[in-house]
């Protein structure tokens, strides 16, 4: 709401705006609109980059983004650039200079240029695999937000972005680009500030080394995603140098795939020269032919640290299933240190060994892992240490207070436990938070086990406060346990006669619940709750805002370990005081009283973040069944999931809530609305509902 207000406001203002800039020009806004409505950067209807976007009757009356970068390059002040609601593509070929005229988009500005889409889902950069997409020279800083980059493509580093400056991203999704060399998504080089992205997507990228991400330089990863990336070494992120910071962030479903040395680090690759501090952390199901399944450590000389996190269902071709630290330059003496503590690592597995942790020196040089009150269990091997394996002894040591499920790792520390954990039986699921995790079962050995001086006045991986009780859990998830208190009452107790049972009232229909809940909770009567909503707005911080007819207003808290200025979405359920809000991030869906703001049920959608656009809420079909339809973007197609919700005496619940429809692949035309249909069947196959996908990734129930 107010992105969309601040949108406009910007719109009406730049009419006003002299956008012809030179050297000695003040801060200008652009606004790239171009007359065809494709959105073709500097195609036959803008034949020229003369660096103006003029508005009015001028013969060069439109506003391509590479005319607009271009005139921002020659502003020594901050300037701003808006995107519209389309697709923008890149067709001028072309390389060798850095002045933005051909191939990628050169970013060369003396000050700060902010160029801000529509969203995620609504604004696409397309490089039309020509070239890099953006390329950030020496001293330049680029800050982007709400939009999509793909199609990327360069023949040496950097498919989508090229970085020599300080680069910022926020909610934006870098896809489907790719590099000969390395950083198939962002190859960021060696630079004199810190690369910041949050609320990022990196989606089938691909590269040499560091598929998604490959960096020289300090690199910030916060709230973000890295999934389905492949490369040769590195799947996901390679560092040769600097620091990478990576915090409340998921990284899965990576590989990297190659023979011999080049097949290391399914996830991530920490070169010598570089060093990696990661706080709540999801890496699951990455995989490497190498060692390291989800984190490989090539004798960092730094010390590495891993703190609340999960390392699940990772999987290497040879040592480390889970994480490998290992040295073998002969030439030198190096170290190479990795503390874990805090972190749950299960059900990875190695083809040779180490499971879960494998630890690798030779001659002079040092490698060793250090893990303190964290849970290492049930991970597997073929030839030796199903959870630790080791090539001298002493070089995986215990911090103290883990569980272990089994003695591979030869751990003694003070209140170490060989035991199983007792995780829950859901496995990996949202239990709150910004990432998954694997909570604990109430009579787990892990409970209490980590003395309180060793966290105190800290977090879970959820971002809740440890510890609970007098002392915290090993592993990345805390129980919030209740005390009861003793019962003190020696007399016996005499159990009640049980009272025959009532015959069982027969359920309403989906049609006669919906009445009731209307009258009852209808938006536009004031007789429930005395006072009638006016409207309902999404807000940051992942509330809702409640606005009154007498004026007042209110903000409640629908998902409060969300911290950021990007906006939940708000959907009524019919005409009733009943609010279903999606996650700013589109990975959660919760069901509010719009009065009370009673959170009633909280469920995740899948480990696909859905579009606000495409957010959708069917009519009830069934006779105890709301149906929620949502839509998500990925890879030039849209994957559709149909979640049933059940309806209970007058209310609605979303404890019962499934996933009744896989995932559906439907290619979306960037040219002209599709007319591809969607039939999301039930599990006898019959067709519940037909849905039509236009190009900006909407749909309509036919």
Request: aromatic content about 4%.
């Amino acid at each position: 709401m107010k992105h969309i207000s601040f949108r406009a406001m910007v719109f009406v203002a730049s009419f006003f705006v002299v956008v012809g800039v030179s050297n000695n020009a003040l801060a200008a806004t652009f606004t790239v609109n171009v007359s065809d409505n494709s959105l073709i950067g500097n195609s036959s209807a803008d034949p020229t980059p003369d660096g103006t976007c003029s508005e009015g009757s001028d013969v060069d009356n439109d506003c391509s983004l590479r005319e607009a970068i271009i005139a921002a390059n020659l502003s020594v002040d901050d300037d701003l650039i808006f995107l519209p609601e389309d697709t923008i593509t890149l067709q001028l070929t072309g390389a060798g200079e850095n002045s933005a005229a051909t191939g990628d988009l050169d970013v060369m500005s003396a000050g700060t240029l902010t160029i801000t889409g529509a969203g995620e889902s609504l604004t696409t950069l397309n490089g039309n695999d020509i070239d890099s997409i953006f390329d950030l020279g020496n001293g330049a800083t680029l800050t982007m937000s709400e939009f999509t980059i793909t199609g990327g493509n360069s023949f040496a580093s950097g498919g989508a972005i090229y970085s020599r400056g300080i680069l910022n991203l926020t909610s934006m999704t870098i896809s489907d680009s790719t590099a000969s060399n390395s950083g198939g998504g962002l190859y960021v080089d060696a630079v004199a500030g810190t690369t910041t992205l949050t609320d990022v997507l990196f989606s089938s990228n691909t590269a040499f080394n560091g598929a998604a991400i490959h960096g020289n330089a300090d690199i910030m990863l916060i709230s973000s995603t890295i999934s389905d990336n492949a490369g040769v070494n590195s799947g996901a992120i390679r560092m040769e140098s600097g620091t990478l910071t990576i915090d409340n962030s998921t990284i899965s479903s990576n590989t990297a795939t190659g023979t011999g040395i080049n097949s290391n680090g399914g996830a991530l690759y920490i070169a010598e020269d570089a060093m990696l501090t990661m706080d709540s952390v999801l890496l699951n199901q990455n995989a490497a032919d190498g060692e390291g399944g989800a984190l490989f450590i090539s004798c960092s000389s730094q010390s590495n640290t891993i703190t609340n996190s999960v390392f699940v269902d990772n999987s290497a071709g040879t040592n480390g299933g889970a994480i490998s630290n290992g040295c073998s330059d002969e030439s030198a003496t190096l170290s190479s240190s990795l503390t874990i503590t805090f972190s749950t690592i299960t059900g990875n597995a190695a083809a040779s060994a180490g499971g879960a942790l494998y630890a690798r020196q030779s001659d002079d040089d040092t490698a060793t892992i250090s893990v303190g009150s964290s849970i290492v269990s049930d991970n597997t091997a073929v030839l030796s240490g199903p959870n630790c394996a080791f090539s001298e002894a002493g070089m995986i040591t215990s911090g103290g207070y883990n569980v272990l499920s089994d003695d591979s790792c030869s751990f003694s520390g003070t209140g170490d436990i060989v035991d199983d954990p007792l995780l829950s039986t859901d496995g990996l699921a949202d239990n709150g938070g910004e990432i998954q995790t694997i909570a604990l079962q109430a009579t787990s050995p892990a409970l209490d086990i980590s003395p309180i001086e060793n966290c105190v006045d800290t977090i879970d991986a959820r971002g809740i406060l440890r510890p609970n009780q007098d002392a915290c859990d090993a592993g990345a998830f805390e129980l919030e346990q209740v005390d009861v208190p003793e019962d003190t009452d020696d007399e016996e107790e005499v159990e009640p006669e049980p009272e025959p049972e009532a015959e069982p009232e027969p359920e309403p229909t989906a049609e006669e619940i919906r009445q009731t809940l209307t009258s009852a909770d209808d938006l536009s009567d004031d007789s429930t709750y005395g006072t009638q909503v006016a409207s309902i707005e999404g807000g940051a911080e992942g509330n809702i805002i409640v606005n009154y007819t007498d004026d007042t207003q209110s903000t409640y808290a629908i998902f409060p370990a969300f911290t950021g200025s990007k906006e939940t979405t708000v959907k009524q359920y019919g005409d009733t005081g009943y609010l279903i809000v999606l996650h700013p991030r589109g990975k959660k869906i919760a069901l509010v009283n719009a009065y009370t703001g009673e959170v009633i049920e909280r469920v995740r959608l899948s480990t696909s973040r859905y579009k606000n656009n495409s957010f959708k809420i069917l009519d009830v079909r069934h006779d105890d069944q709301l149906d929620i339809v949502v839509t998500s973007k990925k890879s030039g197609k849209v994957l559709v999931s149909l979640l049933k919700l059940k309806v209970s005496t007058a209310n609605l619940t979303l404890k019962d809530a499934e996933e009744i429809a896989t995932d559906a692949d439907v290619k979306v035309k960037k040219t002209r609305a599709p007319k591809k249909r969607i039939n999301l069947r039930d599990a006898d196959g019959n067709v519940l509902y037909t849905l039509k996908v236009n190009s900006s990734y909407q749909m309509t129930l036919q």
